[in-house]
């Protein structure tokens, strides 16, 4: 039996064990990843910030929070996107990302329909040990949220015989290899994107890798990789952080063309800018490079 995650395989006959089974040899990651927003991804209505909105046919909450959470129910067996999400800057409801402003009809004013392949994917991005079947997600054995297993596969076999038992560590990865393991949630290119994918589709720079792929510091350096700035057991830092000034400065020099900058530098600030997508959702823009000017 083969388990696989993206592109890697791993020959293992490995069952599910929980997060709890990778605490007592990995207490440090596990106290991390618990208050990550990633094991906060998905969480039944009831216990998330949503509850007060909740409603009866919604069941779980997608989103930590860090920018948004938006709730998902099902209507007669199939899975929808609620119409309304909350959103962290406005500490309220608000139209849903990509959802009609003043729907018409009694379900877009409930939310978006979702086939049983997409609805399938958001759970699988969203929660651990999700099963696909042909009639949707199978959510019998699942655990919420970006558990220890969803990235590093099932553990049964590490925990019988920890050196012997087979894991996949995404960090030992080669950088393109990493980014693909991390962009089977956050998003990869597609066979048809170009050199500018944020150009191409504004909504491109929600989805890191997409664009950190097609920069020249990730196409010309070969190491950088996501956990060159990230630690995926902890949230990520403020964009203030010097931690990503110290990366930039490992590969880059002060020129003449930074004799403005303060010793402190604030490499972000000018070659990773933050893009809008909506009033209450900013992300930072991935592809570093060196901005056109204009008006």
Not at 24 to 29: A, D, G, L
Not at 63 to 78: D, E, K, S, W, Y
Not at 133 to 146: E, F, N, R
Request: net charge positive; charged share 20%.
């Amino acid at each position: 039996m083969k388990w696989a995650l993206g592109l890697i395989a791993l020959p293992l006959s490995a069952a599910y064990v929980g997060s709890q089974a990778c605490k007592p040899c990995h207490p440090s990651e596990f106290d991390r990843q618990t208050r990550s927003h990633h094991a906060q991804a998905l969480r039944p209505v009831a216990e998330s910030p949503l509850r007060e909105f909740a409603m009866d046919k919604i069941e779980w909450a997608f989103g930590a929070g860090a920018q948004g959470i938006t709730p998902v129910g099902r209507l007669n067996g199939q899975y929808f996107e609620g119409q309304l999400s909350y959103y962290s800057r406005l500490h309220g409801l608000a139209t849903t990302f990509g959802h009609p402003e003043h729907p018409t009809s009694p379900i877009a004013k409930l939310g978006i329909l979702q086939d049983n392949r997409t609805i399938t994917h958001c759970f699988s991005c969203h929660a651990t040990n999700v099963l696909p079947t042909a009639d949707g997600p199978d959510l019998t054995a699942m655990q919420p949220g970006v558990q220890c297993e969803r990235c590093h596969g099932p553990g049964s076999a590490h925990v019988a015989a920890p050196a012997r038992g087979q894991l996949l560590n995404p960090g030992r990865l080669a950088p393109a290899a990493q980014a693909q393991v991390c962009g089977e949630c956050h998003r990869v290119a597609g066979p048809d994107t170009g050199d500018e994918p944020e150009l191409e589709n504004p909504v491109n720079v929600r989805f890191a890798p997409i664009g950190l792929m097609a920069s020249r510091c990730f196409r010309e350096s070969k190491k950088l990789a996501c956990t060159t700035c990230h630690n995926p057991h902890e949230n990520a830092r403020p964009r203030t952080d010097d931690s990503y000034n110290r990366v930039c400065k490992s590969c880059h020099s002060a020129g003449k063309s930074h004799a403005h900058v303060s010793s402190a530098g604030d490499c972000l600030g000018c070659h990773m800018k933050q893009a809008s997508l909506g009033p209450y959702l900013r992300f930072t823009d991935h592809r570093i490079r060196v901005y056109s000017l204009g008006p």
